[in-house]
Every structure is written in C-alpha cells, then in structure tokens.
C-alpha cells in the first residue's frame, strides 16, 4: 500500500513526494532529524523529540519551518492516515534549497526549510523477539565529528558501522574514542555491575537520548543506582550485563561485545525489567 507522506504543508502518496536537487541536506547532509514511536497508535516522548529537535535547530542556526507548531498534529494526521498501531514516524528538517551549491549557509530570512515527515509501520514493535535473546556487538573506532549532540543527517559512519558489525557475525557496534565507549551507531550504551547501571555522560560527544533520559530515570525510580561515566570496552567485557536505548529499540539487551559473552549470554534482569517499565510507562503517557 502506498504510503501518505507529509512534505512542506501537504500531505501526498509517497510517489507524487519531490524535494529539489538543490535541497542542503542532498548536497551538504544539512539537515536534522527525529524518529518518533508509536504504540497503540499513540506517540511515544513526543514532547522530549520535540525539544531536542528544536534545539538541533538553533545549534546549527537552521530557522524553523512555518508548520513547527503543528508537528504534533501532523504526526498524529499520519498515524491516522496510514493505520499505524505500532511503528514510528520520521521526521526531517533541511535549510532547504534556497539557490545554487555554496558552501556558506543562505541568509535565515531568505530560506524556506523542508519539512519531511513519513511513516513506518513495524508490527510487534513492542514485543520484538530479538529483546529475548539479546544482541551481539563489536567495538569499532568513533571518528565521527565532535557534534555528536546534535542530531544530524549525517549518518554514513553510523551505516558503515553497523555494516562491519553485520560482516563480523554481530548486530551492531559500539564505537570507542580516547580508549572509552562513546555510543552505538544509533543508540546509547550501558553496562551493568551489580546493581549499577553506567553511562557515559552528556556531552558534546553523544547524542542526548531521549529514550535514555526517560530511562534513567525510571531506573533511579526503581531504587537502581546510576553512575554518568566514561567506561572502556574491557570493562563492558566484564560487566554483568549491558544494553542500548533508542527510540526504535527501547531498551535492548546486549549479551556479547568482541565475541565475549556476558554472563551466561541470556540478556540480564535489569535490562528486561527496564524494558518492561519503559513500555508501561510509555503507554501510559503516550500521547
């Protein structure tokens, strides 16, 4: 079925959708984005994408585009429009194409911003079977660039990331900068020891999870005790356990890095309980 698309104030089948040649994000990848769930076909941290798209926005000078406002209603008219009862939406905003190729950004009075927002719809989001059995990853070299913070259409490194994760036999990876876990290609990371869970802490050098946030804080709610620091792959190696967040993937268990297995290689119980209360948490104020 063809999709509904949401492009600059119109909402189109997704193959009458067009974006110039000349758009910034095709030309320069300058663009920022967010991914937002849905479950029971009701958005998951809007208001937290919201905000840290916004902020992305003013990081890199970018103006907002006119609909800004109304992206709450616009997401829901898509979930409505496309039956979506588990998935998520994407969500793009560009400095546009305001003339020919030029390095220097257009005057924020003259750009027009594109607006891109579509659906994906992913049944058994939720109670996806992976989350069962855990995830593999390996640890590559981060040499991305050092805003990471913001969220950007820059995503090469990440996809070439999860593609030597995915030749290696493993699931995804985690990159290491200065001998310590930064991140996943596209979720946070976390190691459990005892009852600790630890997590690098936010900096320019990751991106501010919106998962993650809401996570953590659900953990301390639950009397687990959270410590914000840098922690070295060997140290994930020995760890009880360890996981990811994200948006797409909630809370995923991680039972192996470098082909060393964590415990007895089942995902840990703190990660599946913070994944059991994410959900009803979410649910609960999904709106």
């Known amino acids: ?87 998520m939406i994407y969500l793009q905003i560009t400095r546009g194409a305001p003339g020919d190729r030029d390095f220097v950004f257009p005057d924020p009075a003259t750009c027009e911003p594109t607006l891109v927002l579509f659906t994906q719809n992913k049944p058994g989001l939720a109670d996806n ?30 996809s070439m990331g999860k593609m030597m994760a995915k030749k290696a036999g493993a699931d995804d990876a985690w990159m290491v900068e200065d001998g310590f876990v930064t991140e996943g290609t596209s979720n946070n990371a976390y190691i459990v020891k005892g009852n600790k869970i630890i997590t690098r802490a936010l900096s320019n050098d990751i991106l501010h999870g919106i998962t993650r946030a809401a996570v953590l804080r659900f953990a301390r709610e639950a009397q687990m005790e959270v410590e914000e620091r840098n922690f070295s792959i060997d140290e994930a190696k020995e760890a009880d356990e360890a996981f990811v967040t994200s948006a797409s993937t909630f809370v995923m268990p991680v ?33």
């Open 1 to 87: 079925m063809t999709r509904t698309v949401y492009l600059n104030g119109e909402y189109l089948p997704e193959t009458e959708a067009k974006v110039s040649i000349f758009d910034r994000a095709f030309l320069m990848a300058d663009g920022v984005y967010e991914v937002t769930s849905v479950l029971g076909g009701k958005l998951i941290d809007f208001e937290g994408h919201a905000k840290r798209l916004e902020r992305s926005l003013n990081e890199l000078d970018m103006p907002k585009p006119a609909a800004f406002d109304d992206l709450l209603e616009i997401h829901r008219e898509l979930v409505r429009l496309n039956g979506i009862d588990e998935g």
């Open 129 to 158: 079977p992976v989350a069962k059995k855990g995830i593999k990853v390996i640890s590559i070299e981060d040499v991305r660039w050092g805003r990471r913070d913001i969220k950007t259409t820059q995503l090469l490194y990440p």
């Open 255 to 287: 039972v192996e890095i470098d082909g060393v297995a964590l415990g007895d290689g089942t995902p840990g119980a703190r990660a599946l309980r913070l994944r059991e209360i994410y959900l009803d948490e979410s649910r609960k104020a999904a709106v």
